[in-house]
């Protein structure tokens, strides 16, 4: 049954879009890679592109949930809809996976289990662009094993006729299930305008302590205006809001029945000129996030209050057609406020350079390098080399380089502001950066403008891994708050990982006759890590060994059925203590079929998540929903000049 369930799930692929030509879906433009607008089968990396509108097709609630559905990406999800999502990448620890929204990091300087808060509603994204592999010499500190960038309508640069679309859905169903999600845009030839909120709710399935409710909203607005042919400017402003049940989110411990709260303001601006063949762009980002944490009823909650101000100047200058320079400078503070973690701040500054080269018309050579300015740690210089050989429907490209990530705040100092912890994690301020080179080799082949496929071969040796390593109340270096005779979790750059494997996606779309279209795409990643610890923590080898993800929609005239699934190979463990299991794989199907009530403005839907009632987890001690039933209606409106 399991060999079923796998040649269905590569069989059944993703589809991100209607039915469009090579140039818009196959091999579109791109800017990921090396932050110049290119073709992705030039850009000598593995990208997949997804068009905003493509979301609401899928039965997904939130972003995070749509990453798990895309080939190569694991998101282990902690709750469900939005509650939190750990998000890894070709084998990366959830801190080692960089999101960007409209060119600024998103990545909290807290932790990284917050990385999948992204605030904006499916009617505001341009598209998402997800690059597979190293990218720190693009883009620094976390970008390891792979880089999620979220481009919104309002800095996605466009220039068009004017145009007006609104979209969005209500749902309700089982548990108390309420979800809405509206927004939508204006555009014309000077100003575009975008909008909108998201909202999952629910009283929760009921788990071991309590039930697993969550009350998980965001909202937003931005604008664009081109102040004259030369200038523009954008602007964005959000707001998120998560209140979830957190039972054993992060500890395995019977008395464990947390709640968390965690609200989050993103502010973000863009100044740019493109005259010719120049272009200069000024971003600057403010993020503030406050996270309250509960570990039980009687518990004194967690208070931390993080703060990351960055700021990015970029030049790109386009020689000729085949020499392409992209300069800029990024500096950012980071700070916290905790009655855990205590008070500190770190800067960071980094210069980057890359070129983008051409000879004739067929190979790309792409060099990079970027130097990394952390507190007052030593610079770490990052390297990289990208190259790209394209002849008719054949791309050979390969990439190789250095990669690095900075302990965050958790790591740092977990613990210790408290005046007595008598267990469990204790930060390190100590600690240096995580290091790995990484290599890739891989092909893409494209058939006519239906048929495309993308197959990698990669490797990471790393070193300094952060880990939670067990220690002696003795061998603390420091003991202002722990109590003697205590064994406790202390971080410490220990572990040597290296990571081997091969990745295949597939993308095909197909019309048949007239309102009649299939489309998928999806794929599989092969992994395996090893460590030179002995008992390595969770965090470090808890990806998958095997990921197939997928997802499919047929439409015919006014019916759409779209379907969404993963089939997952880890491994196994066990919490006696709290009676919780990580089976040693899972089948996950979801399912979603539409009627067009009215035309193409109204529709009616049905939704069951985990069609199968699958028992699973992709954290120990954290269950995931069974059969989950629910409907509503969809609604989209659009009117050109």
Do not use: C
Not at 217 to 240: E, F, Q
């Amino acid at each position: 049954m399991r060999k079923l369930y796998l040649i269905g799930i590569i069989m059944l692929s993703t589809v991100f879009t209607k039915l469009a030509a090579q140039d818009t879906l196959l091999d579109p433009v791109t800017v990921t890679s090396s932050l110049i607008e290119k073709r992705s089968s030039e850009t000598g990396r593995n990208i997949t592109i997804i068009k905003g509108e493509t979301i609401a097709k899928l039965p997904v609630h939130s972003l995070d949930e749509l990453l798990k559905y895309i080939p190569g990406v694991e998101a282990q999800m902690r709750g469900p809809q939005g509650s939190q999502a750990d998000i890894s990448i070709r084998g990366g620890t959830f801190q080692q996976v960089l999101v960007i929204l409209d060119g600024l990091r998103m990545n909290d300087p807290n932790t990284g289990h917050f990385t999948g808060y992204i605030p904006i509603s499916p009617a505001e994204i341009e598209r998402i662009e997800i690059l597979k592999g190293a990218s720190s010499a693009v883009y620094g500190s976390d970008a390891v094993g792979g880089v999620i960038n979220v481009i919104t309508k309002a800095f996605s640069n466009k220039m068009q006729p004017e145009h007006m679309q609104v979209a969005g859905q209500v749902a309700a169903g089982e548990y108390g299930l309420l979800n809405a999600n509206a927004g939508g845009y204006y555009q014309n030839d000077r100003v575009t305008i975008d909008a909108g909120f998201i909202s999952n709710n629910s009283s929760g399935v009921l788990q071991r302590g309590a039930r697993g409710y969550f009350h998980n909203t965001a909202a937003s607005v931005g604008a664009a205006i081109h102040l004259n042919p030369y200038w523009s400017l954008s602007l964005r402003t959000a707001y998120d809001k998560r209140d979830f049940a957190a039972q054993n989110f992060y500890t395995t411990y019977a008395s464990d029945t947390a709640s968390e709260k965690i609200s989050s303001w993103w502010n973000q601006a863009r100044l740019q000129y493109q005259k010719g063949n120049t272009q200069v762009s000024l971003d600057a980002g403010y993020k503030s996030l406050e996270d309250q944490y509960a570990y039980n009823s009687s518990a004194i909650p967690n208070d931390n209050k993080s703060h990351l101000f960055q700021a990015q100047a970029t030049l790109q200058q386009h020689f000729t057609e085949h020499t392409q320079l992209i300069a800029g400078f990024n500096t950012q503070n980071r700070d916290i406020r905790s009655n855990d973690r205590g008070n500190h701040t770190i800067n960071t500054a980094a210069p980057f350079v890359s070129l983008v080269q051409k000879f004739g018309e067929h190979f790309m050579l792409n060099p990079s390098l970027r130097a990394e300015f952390y507190g007052a740690l030593a610079p770490e210089w990052v390297p990289q080399l990208t190259t790209s050989y394209k002849i008719k429907n054949l791309q050979f490209r390969a990439s190789g380089g250095k990669t690095i990530r900075n302990a965050d705040f958790t790591e740092l100092y977990n613990n210790y502001n408290k005046t007595l912890v008598t267990s469990g994690s204790i930060g390190n301020p100590g600690l240096v950066a995580e290091k790995s080179w990484t290599y890739e080799a891989g092909m893409d082949w494209f058939y006519q403008s239906k048929l495309k496929v993308s197959t990698s071969f990669f490797q990471r040796f790393h070193s300094k891994l952060i880990d939670w390593v067990t220690t002696p109340y003795a061998d603390m270096p420091r003991k202002d708050n722990l109590q003697a005779g205590s064994v406790y979790a202390f971080a410490k750059n220990v572990a040597e990982v290296n990571t081997t494997g091969w990745e295949t996606d597939l993308t095909y779309t197909q019309a048949f006759a007239e309102g009649h279209s299939l489309l998928f795409n999806g794929g599989f990643v092969w992994m395996y890590s090893s460590s030179s610890e002995t008992n390595p923590s969770f965090y470090i080898l808890s990806h998958a060994r095997f990921l197939a993800n997928a997802a499919a929609v047929y439409e015919a005239g006014p019916v759409s059925i779209s379907f969404t699934g993963i089939y997952k190979v880890r491994n196994p463990q066990q919490a006696s203590a709290i009676d919780a299991v990580i089976t040693k794989d899972y089948f996950l199907l979801n399912g979603r079929a539409t009627y067009r009530i009215i035309g193409k403005t109204l529709a009616a839907f049905v939704q069951v998540d985990n069609i199968f009632n699958r028992t699973y987890s992709d954290l120990l001690g954290a269950p995931m929903p069974g059969r989950w039933v629910q409907g509503g209606l969809s609604f989209r409106w659009s009117k050109d000049k």
